[in-house]
């Protein structure tokens, strides 16, 4: 009897793909299967694998195939770049005895195997200043009940999946915010979304700057038309505030050009300047504080230094792209990289 079904949605068989299924398959159970989602199959082939051609589609639809192709109970979606611990199915089987977990979702680990600006990528999730949700990223805290997860790492009931409809096409990245929103407000008010530390995958991160401000920044454009979609989950101050920084910033650079300067009263210069001075004070601290946070899970001088760097670029292109979603996106498109 098949319980578990492995979901991988995929533009290409690829490099990762490769890694992946060898990694999954090194767990010692015959009850899961692996389905692999790519724009056209290959001759490849694996133990316990299908390869099922889903045409030129982004990853939400692609998923959403697993309703009629997954012979097992429960889903787990995973990224193609992403491989699981050898005893994820031995934790969710815990997990799910629970009947009203609908969904369990765990941290998605950079592997020591990863690069150095990989790690610094990854490192860049571990402080409070870059989100809050470390446990996304390591280990950390204990069971708890969430609200939305992300996919790289979710496993979902297929009754559950089922009846919400499994994910919305329209919607990547972003679409597991908009299908955890279903499962709590659909379904059963009593469903619950269990974030468990014990549910780990490794997942790659972006290899170098450039990609890693492209993926922070199509975060904050889903983010920010989310905001005003779906605010019960999205709608939160916190996704404001690069948005708030990136507006602060931009001002701090263009307040005082000489324009400017010729019409204001040396008094009221003086004054807000001291007040854009303080608020860089405040952010310096604060990036202070988030390399002591990230130090304390990486225990490296110079990934915790790189990151800081990371950090205040991608505050800066996070926030002009929430502003871009918020204000002016009137609808978003899936897409795979």
């Not at 979901?7 to 290409?12: A, E, G, L």
């Not at 490794?202 to 038309?225: C, P, T």
Request: proline fraction near 4%.
């Amino acid at each position: 009897m098949m319980k578990y079904s492995f979901i991988i949605p995929v533009k290409t068989i690829n490099a990762y793909i490769r890694e992946s299924v060898p990694k999954i398959l090194e767990i010692k159970r015959d009850d899961f299967e692996i389905l692999i989602y790519p724009d056209e199959a290959t001759a490849e082939t694996w133990l316990k694998t299908r390869q099922i051609a889903s045409g030129h589609c982004g990853p939400a639809e692609k998923r959403k195939l697993a309703l009629k192709d997954a012979a097992g109970d429960f889903l787990i979606f995973i990224d193609d770049d992403a491989y699981p611990e050898k005893n994820i199915l031995e934790v969710l089987d815990n997990d799910f005895e629970n009947e009203f977990i609908a969904a369990v979702g765990g941290p998605a680990a950079t592997p020591q195997s990863d690069s150095f600006l990989q790690k610094v990528s990854g490192a860049f999730f571990l402080s409070s200043l870059s989100g809050g949700f470390p446990e996304r990223y390591i280990p950390i805290g204990k069971k708890r009940f969430v609200k939305d997860w992300p996919s790289v790492n979710l496993t979902v009931r297929k009754s559950i999946f089922g009846k919400v409809g499994g994910f919305d096409s329209h919607y990547w990245p972003g679409e597991d915010t908009k299908f955890c929103l279903d499962v709590i407000e659909k379904i059963n008010k009593n469903n619950k979304i269990l974030y468990d530390p014990g549910v780990i995958v490794w997942h790659h991160r972006r290899e170098g700057l450039i990609k890693h401000l492209k993926q922070a920044g199509s975060y904050g454009l889903h983010r920010g038309f989310f905001a005003k979609k779906y605010p019960k989950t999205s709608m939160k101050i916190k996704y404001f505030i690069p948005s708030a920084f990136f507006i602060f910033a931009l001002l701090s650079f263009v307040l005082f050009v000489p324009f400017v300067l010729s019409v204001l009263s040396v008094q009221f210069v003086q004054f807000v300047l001291r007040l854009f001075l303080l608020g860089w004070l405040i952010y310096l601290l604060a990036l202070i504080k988030a390399f002591f946070e990230i130090y304390r899970h990486e225990k490296s001088f110079s990934i915790s230094l790189y990151a800081i760097l990371y950090t205040f670029l991608t505050h800066l292109f996070y926030g002009a792209r929430f502003i871009q979603g918020f204000i002016f996106t009137r609808n978003l498109k899936s897409r795979l990289r």
